[in-house]
């Protein structure tokens, strides 16, 4: 018999628990076992600025064993990816890598992808880029583009065929 966590009503999932750790451990150096729940991570946190993710919270429902509650959450898909988190930590848990771990594991279960995860990398395989390049607007209310305001082109891919394979490849890779 295990222990039921009475704030969520779930059961730890010991397994889960370990292949997520295992993925984590094949990133970083440390896991979360070093976090002592400071929240300097949360403090920094621009999605918890705008979005109330608490990476210190994450953290701590992993190392009580919570994946599937983690896995099922829409609160891991906010993560802007800053890296703040990382760098604030005095453990070096880097829960950005926890929160990427748990997508995979998400994706890999079947989970639904957001909807503009799914456009973001429709558009990467389209045109190379998260979005089409954007005209700016000036004080005026004049719309310019970057040549004119003196910016140097963004760069896409030479080969598209090439760089459509390779992202096609890492998108089916298992995860």
Not at 8 to 33: A, C, F, H, V
Not at 67 to 84: P, S
Not at 145 to 174: C, N, Y
Request: proline share 5%; charged share 25%.
């Amino acid at each position: 018999m295990s222990i039921i966590d009475l704030t969520s009503m779930g059961e730890p999932q010991s397994d889960l628990r370990k292949e997520l750790n295992d993925r984590l451990t094949k990133l970083q150096d440390e896991i979360s076992e070093y976090c002592f729940q400071c929240g300097k991570c949360t403090s920094g946190c621009e999605a918890h600025k705008l979005l109330e993710l608490e990476p210190h919270k994450i953290v701590a429902l992993l190392k009580r064993g919570l994946i599937n509650e983690l896995v099922n959450a829409d609160v891991i898909w906010t993560c802007m990816t800053c890296l703040k988190c990382r760098e604030r930590c005095p453990q070096r848990v880097a829960p950005v890598e926890i929160l990427f771990a748990l997508k995979n594991m998400a994706v890999a279960s079947g989970k639904q992808i957001p909807g503009k995860y799914t456009g973001m990398l429709q558009s990467i395989l389209s045109i190379g880029l998260i979005q089409d390049i954007q005209q700016t607007t000036t004080r005026s209310n004049k719309p310019v583009k970057r040549d004119e305001l003196s910016l140097p082109p963004l760069s896409k891919p030479t080969d598209v065929a090439k760089f459509q394979a390779g992202i096609m490849k890492i998108a089916m890779e298992k995860v």
